[in-house]
């Protein structure tokens, strides 16, 4: 603890950095990378494969079975229907979900008889329902506006709390970033894309948006007095702020991600409740994601945002005109802001 509360202290007081602002060129190509990878990786695999509310079919549930071996239960859909896509799934002890495309009567009652056969249940065992591809473009439309409303009420409340539209830009920026890479890391991994899914989507960006208010509140601190400011750039100070936070964000990210990881590897790993899985595999990708945003993408971005300004390059150009004739007050370092020494 004495050596987390040494290296804190030392990020806060600018003794040690990191430099994020400084190699933002680095951060967005690394950015721009991975959302090439996961994407190319989506396409290769035939793009996202979405769940059963979105493009409709037919859904069996099995409980009370002593093997949930999701073969069986394939194999009792494709014995009836040879060429159909099929999904088995241990939603919970004891109970399976198999789902696949619409069937007609027929076909429903003789895969029902099989997997009864497959799984060694009664008929009481077995329930089947339809899902109409109309109720998933419903659920899809829904998903859209509630994304759309969050993201405008997100950018009215950045902009009325910071008083500048450039941070609530590279707020909401980020957040889109943030829902891209997790869908695009959900698409190249195959998971299924269902209406838990696309809510754990919307909580990361509630997630995000707070690390992000954390991280801004402090750059606006630290940016707030730049004609009193004698000691740092624009960018050093947005850059200082950043690795302030670093340790609230880190930790807060590990306070999140632990409950969720719970959830993602016990309760869905090893007790086998399919369900949660969904919406916590989105929480866990996001948390991760979101972070790393905020840090590599937000802040470096505000900072290029601001570069251009008049009162900003006003005191850029004072305080390196103060470290080339050596007149520098304090006790921060005087040198360029390409030359500034990082970890």
């Given at each position: 603890?004495?050596?987390?509360?040494?290296?804190?202290?030392?990020?806060?007081?600018?003794?040690?950095?990191?430099?994020f602002v400084h190699r933002w060129k680095l951060w967005f190509v690394i950015a721009a990378i991975l959302l090439v990878i996961s994407g190319g990786l989506t396409l290769a695999r035939g793009g996202f494969n979405m769940g059963i509310e979105f493009r409709g079919g037919s859904e069996f549930t099995v409980s009370g079975v002593s093997d949930t071996d999701p073969a069986a239960g394939e194999s009792a859909v494709t014995d009836v229907v040879p060429e159909t896509v099929v999904t088995?799934?241990?939603?919970?002890?004891?109970?399976?979900?198999?789902?696949?495309?619409?069937?007609?009567?027929?076909?429903?009652?003789?895969?029902?008889?099989?997997?009864?056969?497959?799984?060694?249940?009664?008929?009481?065992?077995?329930?089947?329902?339809?899902?109409?591809?109309?109720?998933?473009?419903?659920?899809?439309?829904?998903?859209?506006?509630?994304?759309?409303?969050?993201?405008?009420?997100?950018?009215?409340?950045?902009?009325?709390?910071?008083?500048?539209?450039?941070?609530?830009?590279?707020?909401?920026?980020?957040?889109?970033?943030?829902?891209?890479?997790?869908?695009?890391?959900?698409?190249?991994?195959?998971?299924?894309?269902?209406?838990?899914?696309?809510?754990?989507?919307?909580?990361?960006?509630?997630?995000?948006?707070?690390?992000?208010?954390?991280?801004?509140?402090?750059?606006?601190?630290?940016?707030?007095?730049?004609?009193?400011?004698?000691?740092?750039?624009?960018?050093?100070?947005?850059?200082?702020?950043?690795?302030?936070?670093?340790?609230?964000?880190?930790?807060?990210?590990?306070?999140?991600?632990?409950?969720?990881?719970?959830?993602?590897?016990?309760?869905?790993?090893?007790?086998?409740?399919?369900?949660?899985?969904?919406?916590?595999?989105?929480?866990?990708?996001?948390?991760?994601?979101?972070?790393?945003?905020?840090?590599?993408?937000?802040?470096?971005?505000?900072?290029?945002?601001?570069?251009?300004?008049?009162?900003?390059?006003?005191?850029?150009?004072?305080?390196?005109?103060?470290?080339?004739?050596?007149?520098?007050?304090?006790?921060?370092?005087?040198?360029?802001?390409?030359?500034?020494?990082?970890?």
């Amino acid at each position: 603890m004495s050596r987390l509360a040494t290296w804190g202290n030392e990020l806060y007081t600018g003794k040690k950095s990191y430099p994020f602002v400084h190699r933002w060129k680095l951060w967005f190509v690394i950015a721009a990378i991975l959302l090439v990878i996961s994407g190319g990786l989506t396409l290769a695999r035939g793009g996202f494969n979405m769940g059963i509310e979105f493009r409709g079919g037919s859904e069996f549930t099995v409980s009370g079975v002593s093997d949930t071996d999701p073969a069986a239960g394939e194999s009792a859909v494709t014995d009836v229907v040879p060429e159909t896509v099929v999904t088995a799934t241990n939603i919970a002890p004891n109970t399976m979900r198999v789902q696949t495309e619409h069937l007609d009567d027929n076909q429903t009652l003789e895969v029902a008889a099989n997997l009864q056969e497959a799984y060694g249940v009664g008929a009481d065992n077995v329930t089947s329902t339809f899902v109409g591809p109309t109720w998933g473009q419903a659920v899809s439309q829904q998903a859209a506006i509630g994304l759309i409303i969050f993201v405008v009420l997100v950018a009215l409340l950045m902009a009325l709390y910071f008083r500048t539209w450039k941070m609530s830009l590279a707020a909401i920026i980020g957040l889109f970033y943030v829902v891209a890479l997790t869908t695009g890391i959900y698409g190249s991994t195959g998971f299924e894309i269902t209406p838990s899914a696309i809510i754990g989507f919307l909580t990361i960006l509630s997630y995000a948006l707070y690390d992000t208010v954390v991280v801004f509140d402090k750059i606006r601190e630290n940016t707030d007095n730049l004609e009193e400011d004698v000691q740092r750039t624009f960018s050093e100070n947005v850059n200082l702020a950043v690795n302030q936070t670093l340790v609230r964000s880190i930790t807060t990210s590990i306070v999140g991600i632990l409950p969720v990881g719970s959830i993602l590897f016990i309760g869905a790993g090893l007790l086998g409740a399919g369900t949660l899985r969904d919406i916590s595999l989105a929480i866990f990708v996001g948390i991760i994601v979101g972070t790393l945003a905020t840090l590599f993408i937000q802040a470096p971005l505000y900072a290029l945002l601001r570069r251009r300004d008049k009162n900003v390059q006003e005191h850029d150009a004072r305080i390196l005109r103060k470290r080339r004739s050596g007149s520098g007050e304090g006790d921060a370092p005087v040198t360029e802001p390409s030359a500034v020494s990082h970890v």
